[in-house]
């Protein structure tokens, strides 16, 4: 049985006129964090929404669970997004639910039995992890931009997924909540070793995560490998990306 947990097999997809993706291929081993990085419009967020069956591709295989999930019907991708959830931008909070009540959302709509004291200590837990406790009775409507995504996180954990899919966690906020927002999941990286895929523009944080590093350029795979083999690396483009997001000079600081 293989270990990837994720897998393209030279996936195409264009939009129009458009190729975003051109025969793309890379793999995510089960309990490894893989982080996405490119330029903007190389189709790292595309590449998300792919594998959860909200786009399909025009070529190629998608692994999910080591089963080919490309001809899938939205019934089967619904049972899917069950054990592989996703952290949007946005974090895609239901505005009418309190911080509480969108953390237990996923749990309470499986429907059937379920034991009210066990959610209340599960959801209590999540937000006591991911440091939002005190904004339980809270709607998404007070909350900073960097506060919904850690209730988002929240929320993807309350059902014990399998996998958890992160679109770019740490833009649109402040320096400090991108830092905070960065150990955060790198502490639940550490605790419970989920399958995850992360798509970021954010050097420090793939520094941070990355188990493997899928680098897009122009529509294809530029580099696959770790941070390590990245950094060592002397192709021109990925020099030229990490030396514009000042990587180098934040790694000489911290040495």
Known sequence: MT????????????????SVLKKVSFFVNRGETAVIM?????????????????????????????????????AQFSEI???????????ALFDSLTVAENVAFPIISRGGKYDQA????????????????????????????????????????AENPDAI?????????????????????????????????VVTHDTHLARKLADRVIFLNEGRVEFFGTWPELEESQDPVLRTF???????PALDATA
Not at 242 to 248: N, S
């Open 165 to 197: 899919l992160y679109d770019e966690p740490t833009t649109m906020v402040d320096p400090i909540m991108a830092a905070h927002v960065s150990q955060l999941i790198a502490r639940l990286k550490a605790k419970f070793r989920k399958t995850s895929i």
């Open 38 to 74: 490119g330029r903007s419009g190389v189709g790292k967020s595309v590449s998300l929404k792919l594998l959860l069956g909200f786009l399909q591709p025009d070529e190629g295989e998608i692994i999910v669970a080591g089963e080919d999930v490309t001809s899938w019907s939205e």
């Open 242 to 248: 990490l030396l514009e997001d000042q990587m180098i």
């Open 118 to 157: 066990e959610i209340d200590k599960t959801v209590n837990d999540l937000l006591e992890m991911l440091e939002v406790r005190e904004l339980a009775d809270r709607l998404p409507s007070d909350l900073s931009t960097g506060t919904k995504r850690a209730v988002a996180i929240a929320r993807a954990l």
């Open 3 to 18: 270990d990837h947990y994720f897998e393209f097999r030279e996936v195409s997809k264009s939009f129009d006129e458009h």
């Open 81 to 91: 997004r069950r054990r592989v959830t996703m952290v949007f931008q946005s974090g």
